[in-house]
Each structure stands twice: as C-alpha cells, then as structure tokens.
C-alpha cells in the first residue's frame, strides 16, 4: 500500500501530503512533484505513514520521482534569485515612491517567470516597476496584490494561541468570519483579543461556530423572563459548555442554574409554560 508524506516547497510554507507511489523516501529528501503551476521541487518534511481511514478515499498526487542532483542545484539556485529579486525589488519600490508592500517572491522551476506578491491600499501604477525588473533579470515579471490574510499566510507566526497559524498550516481556503461569531460564542469583543497578526477577525472563530449555534439552541436566551426554583427573573448570561445560565432574580439577586431547571414565562398571560 502506498505511504503519505508530507511535502513543503518553502522553509516556512505549507505542508502538502503526496502519494508516495512506489518511492521509498525519508525525511528531508527532495522530490519532484507535478503542481497546477507545472513542475516544483519540495522538500521531504515527514516521516512516511500509512493511509488512514479518513484519508484512504482522499484523492493525492503522486511523488513524480526523486530529485536529481542537478535538479536540486536548479532549485537552490532559484532560492537564491528568488531572494536577490526581492532586495531588489524593495529597493526600487522605495526609490520610485510606490505604496506597496512586498510579501514575498515565488519563481517557477522551469525559470518561465517570477511572481512579486504584494499588498496595497488601493491600485498601485507598478509599469516601470515591471519594465527595470524584466531588464534587470531577463525573465517575465507577473505582479500580483494580495489581502492581508494572504500575506499572514505567506509570511508565517505564530498566533496568540502560541501555535503556528492556522492559515500557514492547514486552511486551504479562508471562509469569512464575522462579530456575531464572537458574540454567539461569548467572547471579549475587544478587537486585540479576536483578531490574528493580519488585523482580521481570527480564522479559528469559525471551527466552532456550528457547535455554539447548535448548543444555544435549547437554552435560554439573554432578556429572556423564566421561572426558577427561587422564583421569577431574567436571564442575563449564558455558559453554553456548562450548559448553565445566569439569572436576575426579582430581589437582584444573580444565580447560576442549570438550563434545566427553568420555565419560560409566557408574556400574555403571565402563567408558566
């Protein structure tokens, strides 16, 4: 049976998993794979393993085969352009004046052409930027502007949580993410404690929206009127893992009571449900 391996392109990029095919590969080997932008280099980054029983149906591509010394000669020499590009790039940007920028730079194996990914504020006029670039390497120059998600993607970190980004690590796609998450969740709604290294609302408020949505549905809600064991109130927070609310009661007393333990009070005739 064949063996998943995890592969990286960059130092501190995305761990991809491949289809080993019949390669027997360790750690730190390089490899050559076949990606929706052509031929790449990645790097061996785990050990191999065997198919789980989630991933055994999970479509991957297959390692193309091992890298040739040559190959990897290219490749490291592409690294090194990749970083010479971009000095060079960030000094001409300061030099033109150009509000932008840059993220990072990613040049095709086969040299076809380099991509300068960047962020702005609006629309950035980057032609002679292009025209000194393309004179200067004598390769095609594709520039591409990005979000702030991207680039926290790109660039790496780690987050408040202490763990390496979710998006640099396994978020495939951003889904967005809102404040009623955060407040659906009872969360602080202090934009320092809710947003990640890119400014936004941080990904990881979505993992568990569903199973809050789903929880809060058979408690109490806030300003709700309920009967409890020591009389009338009204609810005024809820603590949806312990699957608890607390009450104002008539005297302003504030208790803690199991969900269970409540009667809504109907408003019209102001008898118990």
């Known amino acids: 049976m064949n063996k998943i391996v995890g592969i990286k392109f960059k130092n501190n990029g995305k761990v991809y998993d491949f289809d080993s095919g019949h390669f027997v590969l360790k750690k730190g080997d390089k490899v050559m794979v076949i990606t929706e932008e052509g031929p790449a280099i990645g ?13 055994s149906n999970r479509p991957l591509k297959k390692v193309f085969r091992l890298a040739t010394p040559e190959e990897i000669e290219r490749y490291e020499e592409s690294c090194r352009l990749e970083k010479e590009i971009f000095h060079y790039c960030y000094r001409k940007v300061k030099e033109l004046g150009l509000p932008m920028s840059l993220v990072g730079v990613e040049r095709r194996f086969d040299g076809s052409k380099a991509i300068i990914y960047f962020t702005a504020d609006g629309r950035v006029d980057f032609r002679e930027l292009v025209k000194i670039l393309v004179r200067r390497f004598r390769t095609r120059i594709e520039m591409r502007q990005i979000g702030v998600r991207h680039q926290a993607k790109m660039v790496g970190g780690l987050g408040t949580c202490g763990r390496v980004l979710c998006c640099s690590t396994f978020i495939n796609a951003f889904a967005p993410v809102t404040i009623k998450m955060a407040k659906e969740q009872n969360l602080s709604l202090n934009p ?21 949505r789903k929880a809060k549905k058979d408690l109490p809600k806030v300003g709700k009127k309920v009967t409890t064991p020591r009389g009338k109130g009204k609810v005024v927070r809820q603590n949806v893992l312990k699957r608890t609310v607390v009450v104002a009661l008539e005297d302003g007393e504030e208790v803690e009571f199991q969900a269970e333990e409540l009667e809504a009070v109907n408003p019209n005739s102001g008898k118990e449900q």
């Open 192 to 212: 320092g404690k809710i947003s990640g290294m890119c400014g936004r609302l941080m990904c990881c408020l979505t993992f568990e929206e569903e199973f809050y």
């Open 43 to 55: 790097c061996v980054c785990t050990e191999p393993q065997n198919r789980g029983a989630k991933s």
